[in-house]
């Protein structure tokens, strides 16, 4: 992951009503920037629906992104509340 990136984090829905839905959301957005050090680029985007805190994580190859998406699934199947 580049400099610019958070810590990624599975948030929690602890202080939301316990019957209603959450649903994890994740948005991978890729692009190509040819005078740039690393050609690949890639921002993924996670948050919790509906009015959950988004976070952003920046990765300079496909590699990364794999890893961060396998993290953010294995917090998913732990649930949303786990810490």
Do not use: C
Not at 8 to 23: R, Y
Not at 34 to 57: C, K, M, N, Y
Not at 68 to 76: F, K, R
């Amino acid at each position: 992951m580049t400099d610019d990136d958070q810590s990624f984090e599975l948030a929690t829905n602890s202080a939301e009503d316990p019957k209603e839905p959450v649903i994890g959301l994740m948005v991978i957005r890729t692009w190509h920037e040819p005078d740039h050090q690393h050609l690949f680029r890639a921002r993924i985007t996670t948050g919790l629906s509906p009015g959950g805190e988004q976070r952003s994580v920046a990765a300079a190859n496909p590699d990364e992104v794999l890893m961060i998406v396998q993290e953010w699934l294995d917090g998913q199947s732990r649930g949303f509340g786990a810490q």
